[in-house]
C-alpha cells in the first residue's frame, strides 16, 4: 500500500512536507515544492477520499471543539449533534475535554492549529479570550458556543452562537415568582463564566421588578471548590441545596446553576425530609434527556442544541473556508425556552 513516505520519496521532500501538503499547509513552501508532491501524489494515486476535498481547496476538512466537561451530559449532547452537523459538511470533529482551564485550552488550539485545524468550537464561555489572542492573530477561527455576544466581536472571534442567558435567568425566576415564592435561593458553581454571570444577572433583575431581593444567605457559589465545579455538578448541588435549607428561613424555592446540579439538589433536599416540590420547588438550565425522566421531572431551560450546532459549524466553516460574514449573521442569539415540568409548585401556604 502507497503510504506518505512514498510520495515524498518520488517528491524528492520529506514526509512532513507531503503531511504540511496534505493538511492544507503548504501556502509558504515553494510553487515548485508543492506542486512537485501534488504530482507524486497523483501519480502515485495516493489521494484518500478524506482528503480529495483538502488537497482540491487547500483547506484542512477537520474542526476541533473544546469543551469545558465531559463529565456533563449537556457538553455530550453538544459534541454529538456537533459531530453531526460536521460529518453532514463533510468534516471531521476532533473533540477536547479542557475543564475549563485556560492553559489547558491554549494548549488545545495550538496543537490543533499546529495539526492545521484552522476551525475551532470553544464553549468554555471565558470572561475573556487573552489565552487565545496570539493563536487567533496566526490564524486560527475561534467559534464561541454559549457566550455574549457582545465579548466575542472585542476579541477576534469568528462567529458565535449562544442562547440570551440573562433571560434564561429572567424566565425561571420570573415563573417561580408567579408561584408566589418569595424567598428565592440560587445554587451554582464558582460565578467565573459569561454564562454564569448572566444567568445570575437575570435571576437579580426578575426579582427586583418584583421588589425582591437575591441575599447572601441565599446564595452558594461552590463552597470553596477549586476551578469551576463542572465536573462535581451533582455533588456540588447536593451540598449546596443541604446548606440553604439549613439556614434560618430557609428558601422556598431554589435556582441551580445547570440541570446536573439540580439532580443533586433533588438528592440534597431528600437528606433533610424535603419533598420535591412540596417543600422546596427546583429548577435547572439546559434540558439534559434526565431532566425528563428524573422524579418528578426537572422544570428548566431548554437550549436549542440541534439548531445551536448546525448554526455553529456552518458559520465555522464558512469562516474557514473564506467567506465574509456580516455581524448580524456571525454573532446570533436564540431565545431560551422554559419547560415547566413537576419540580416546581405554588408556595405551600
Request: aromatic content about 4%.
Amino acid at each position: 500500500m502507497t503510504g506518505i513516505h512514498d510520495v515524498a520519496k518520488v517528491a524528492g521532500v520529506s514526509a512532513s512536507t507531503v503531511s504540511n501538503v496534505i493538511n492544507g499547509r503548504g501556502n509558504k513552501m515553494r510553487p515548485e515544492t508543492r506542486q512537485r508532491v501534488l504530482d507524486a501524489i497523483e501519480s502515485l494515486k495516493y489521494t484518500p477520499n478524506s482528503a480529495a476535498r483538502q488537497l482540491k481547496s487547500g483547506q484542512n476538512t477537520t474542526l476541533g471543539l473544546i469543551i469545558p466537561s465531559a463529565a456533563n451530559p449537556f457538553w455530550g449532547a453538544v459534541a454529538h449533534h456537533v459531530e453531526r452537523a460536521a460529518r453532514n459538511h463533510q468534516y471531521r470533529l476532533l473533540i477536547c475535554n479542557a475543564e475549563r482551564d485556560r492553559d489547558v485550552e491554549a494548549r488545545y488550539a495550538e496543537t490543533l492549529l499546529g495539526s492545521g485545524v484552522t476551525g475551532v468550537i470553544l464553549g468554555s464561555s471565558p470572561l475573556n479570550f487573552d489565552h487565545l489572542r496570539d493563536l487567533i492573530r496566526r490564524g486560527l477561527k475561534i467559534a464561541a458556543f454559549d457566550q455574549r455576544v457582545a465579548e466575542v466581536e472585542q476579541n477576534g472571534v469568528a462567529c458565535s452562537v449562544s442562547v440570551d442567558q440573562h433571560l434564561s435567568g429572567m424566565l425561571v425566576a420570573q415563573h417561580l415568582i408567579g408561584l408566589g415564592h418569595k424567598r428565592i435561593g440560587v445554587v451554582t458553581g464558582p460565578i467565573k463564566t459569561n454564562s454564569r454571570i448572566d444567568r445570575v444577572s437575570g435571576v437579580r433583575a426578575a426579582l427586583a421588578r418584583a421588589r425582591l431581593e437575591l441575599p447572601e444567605d441565599l446564595r452558594w457559589q461552590g463552597g470553596g471548590v477549586i476551578g469551576f465545579g463542572d465536573m462535581e455538578g451533582s455533588e456540588l448541588g447536593r451540598i449546596g441545596i443541604r446548606e440553604l435549607l439549613s439556614r434560618d428561613n430557609p428558601p422556598t424555592a431554589v435556582i441551580c446553576g445547570n440541570d446536573m446540579y439540580a439532580l443533586g439538589a433533588y438528592a440534597g433536599a431528600r437528606d433533610l425530609g424535603y419533598r420535591v416540590p412540596d417543600d422546596v420547588s427546583i429548577v435547572g438550565f439546559d434540558d439534559i434527556a434526565m431532566a425528563e425522566i428524573v422524579y418528578p421531572p426537572l422544570t428548566t431551560i431548554r437550549q436549542p442544541v440541534l439548531a445551536m450546532a448546525e448554526q455553529i459549524v456552518g458559520l465555522l466553516i464558512r469562516r474557514v473556508e473564506g467567506d465574509e460574514i456580516p455581524v448580524d449573521e456571525a454573532f446570533i442569539h436564540v431565545p431560551p425556552q422554559l419547560i415547566v415540568r413537576g419540580s416546581t409548585a405554588p408556595i405551600r401556604t
